[in-house]
T-cell receptor, first 115, second 113 residues
Framework: NAGVTQTPKFQVLKTGQSMTLQCAQDMNHEYMSWYRQDPGMGLRLIHYSVGAGITDQGEVPNGYNVSRSTTEDFPLRLLSAAPSQTSVYFC??????????????FGEGSWLTVV | GENVGLHLPTLSVQEGDNSIINCAYSNSASDYFIWYKQESGKGPQFIIDIRSNMDKRQGQRVTVLLNKTVKHLSLQIAATQPGDSAVYFCAENDGGATNKLIFGTGTLLAVQP
């Protein structure tokens, strides 16, 4: 019963490097999203997807790309890492969008440090 | 812009007491609200939710109250236990096509044994 799985758990990057945070869910959820959480703050939406092949921007999309080629996977790409992207990243999924009230499940988080 | 915020950043209670965590929201169009618990080093965990057509909902040891008149949400935890120590977030979902959640900044609940 994996739920939402994120990898890696921890990562240190140098400024300018690129990397991909992986997210997979095994619940056949249509809706997936990425959030970042900074110290003393709530979660802010980066990108989201309402189904395979469909993605859209959230509140803080700059510097990140996403794709949704399958229902299960929703990777988040940092194109050229900056210190401002040091944060904890959470992937989330829910059964469907458009109706509201669907419980959103979160992964365990990926701690990213950009030096 | 619209946002969700919390009145109290920290709350310290004695084990066995009841806890009340408050949240203010400003988007009158929001129709669904959720409380999440986040333990150190983990992702947010769903606790309880409530729709805007309700003013109270109860779960196991938890109750959520919604006052739409003053745009206020609260989470009540009965007989607080050390395992309840965590950061609690309220979040609002406007029920639109994006299913986006807007989170408050969180309240740290510290349970003293």
């Amino acid at each position: 019963n994996a739920g939402v799985t994120q990898t890696p758990k921890f990562q240190v990057l140098k400024t300018g490097q690129s990397m991909t945070l992986q997210c997979a869910q095994d619940m056949n959820h249509e809706y997936m999203s990425w959030y970042r959480q900074d110290p003393g703050m709530g979660l802010r939406l980066i990108h989201y997807s309402v189904g395979a092949g469909i993605t859209d921007q959230g509140e803080v999309p700059n510097g990140y790309n996403v794709s949704r080629s399958t229902t299960e996977d929703f990777p988040l790409r940092l194109l050229s890492a900056a210190p401002s992207q040091t944060s904890v990243y959470f992937c989330a999924s829910s059964y469907r969008s458009g109706t509201g009230g669907n419980t959103i499940y979160f992964g365990e988080g990926s701690w990213l440090t950009v030096v | 812009g619209e946002n969700v915020g919390l009145h109290l950043p920290t709350l310290s209670v004695q084990e066995g007491d009841n806890s009340i965590i408050n949240c203010a929201y400003s988007n009158s169009a929001s129709d669904y609200f959720i409380w999440y618990k986040q333990e150190s080093g983990k992702g947010p965990q769903f606790i309880i939710d409530i729709r805007s057509n309700m003013d109270k909902r109860q779960g196991q040891r938890v109750t959520v109250l919604l006052n739409k008149t003053v745009k206020h949400l609260s989470l009540q935890i009965a007989a607080t236990q050390p395992g309840d120590s965590a950061v609690y977030f309220c979040a609002e979902n406007d029920g639109g096509a994006t299913n986006k959640l807007i989170f408050g900044t969180g309240t740290l609940l510290a349970v003293q044994p």
